[in-house]
Nanobody
């Protein structure tokens, strides 16, 4: 089964950018939906952005215009470009892969901290 490994988190001041990566152990070309979720301290996990196998994307209202989700199928990797970061973006970010042929798979998470 596919394994996912996130990277790219860090500690940044407000207004800066980070790019998260989610590397899959197998081809992602047939995965129906891949997404980025986050869990802030004391809050529920929430969907940040998702991308379908057809390339359709959707975003949480709080990140629209600042974050961009993308995939590189040749590298079996999904990305989240995060611009204009705010302290409220501080969270552990997780990638997820889901298809009709397998249960949802999660990565271990990567910490993003935006200084306040």
């Amino acid at each position: 089964q596919v394994q996912l490994v996130e990277s790219g988190g860090g500690l940044v001041p407000p207004g800066e950018s980070l790019t998260l990566s989610c590397a899959a152990s197998t081809s992602i070309s047939n995965i129906d939906v891949m997404g980025w979720y986050r869990r802030a301290p004391g809050k529920q996990r929430e969907l940040v952005a998702a991308i379908t196998s057809g390339g359709n994307t959707n975003y949480a209202d709080s990140v629209k215009g600042r974050f961009t989700i993308s995939r590189d199928i040749r590298k079996n990797t999904m990305f989240l470009q995060m611009n204009s970061l705010k302290p409220e973006d501080t969270a552990v970010y997780y990638c997820q892969a889901s298809s009709t042929t397998m249960p949802p798979r999660w990565g271990q998470g990567t910490q993003v901290t935006v200084l306040s």
